[in-house]
Every structure is written in structure tokens, then in C-alpha cells.
């Protein structure tokens, strides 16, 4: 649950104590994370273990919620981190590999060989 009647001193104590919030892209909705970013934009709301069919609404929430980021662990569409950094930041993509429930290789490989110039930035390792 993460409605406001449930969470929001939740909320009010991570904002508070500048602390992320991360929320699992499987059992997250879109609508949920845009409400969220909404409701308590100084609060940065990460969104991990995303998969392809999000791919649509991520967008949106960059261009919308200027306090939403995304974990790259599971984001596995082509050239899509290059597409984010060149649409938006690379700041807005946050490296994790979610060990020790996957190995790290894939993710350190899509986040090494990513198709980025150094006048671009990085990502947040």
C-alpha cells in the first residue's frame, strides 16, 4: 500500500531526512509513482526492477516529476539509457545490479558499454 492515508508520515519522514524512496517496478503503477512525485516533490522516488512494458510511461514521469530516477539493474531496452540521457540527464539513471539476487555483469555491461560521450555526464553509480 502505498496510498497517502497509509504512508504519509512515511513520507514526511523521508523527505525530512532527504532519504529516497524505492519502490519495486513490479507491483508499482505508473499511477502510483506519479502521485507520489507529485504530492512530495522534494522526496526522490526510485523506481527499480523495471520492465519493458514501463518503458512508455517513463518518459512521462522524467518530463513530469523532476524527483523521479530510475535504477538500471533490470532496464534492459536497447540503447534505451542512451535515449534517456540524450532526452533528459544521465543523473536521473541510478546503477544497481541487485545482488545478490542477480549477477552484476549484465548490468555493469549495459551501464559501461552504453553509448554515452563524455560532455553527456554519467549516471549515478
Known amino acids: 500500500m502505498l496510498d497517502d492515508w497509509e504512508c504519509v508520515d512515511l513520507y514526511k ?15 508499482v503503477s505508473p499511477t502510483q509513482i506519479y502521485s507520489i512525485c507529485k504530492k512530495y516533490p522534494e522526496l526522490p ?12 510511461y517513463f518518459y512521462m514521469l522524467f518530463s ?18 542512451e535515449d534517456i540521457v540524450h532526452r533528459f540527464e544521465p543523473s536521473r539513471l541510478i546503477f544497481g545490479c541487485r545482488m545478490p539476487f542477480q549477477e552484476p555483469g549484465t548490468a555493469l555491461a549495459i551501464a559501461k558499454m552504453a553509448d554515452i560521450s563524455n560532455n553527456q555526464g554519467n549516471f549515478i553509480f
Open 64 to 81: 513530469l516529476c523532476p524527483n523521479f530516477y530510475l535504477e538500471i539493474s533490470t532496464y534492459y531496452i536497447y540503447y534505451g539509457i
Open 45 to 56: 522516488v526510485i523506481l527499480m526492477q523495471s520492465e519493458y512494458a514501463l518503458n512508455r
Open 13 to 27: 519522514v523521508l523527505k525530512t531526512a532527504h532519504i529516497p524512496i524505492l519502490l519495486d517496478g513490479l507491483t
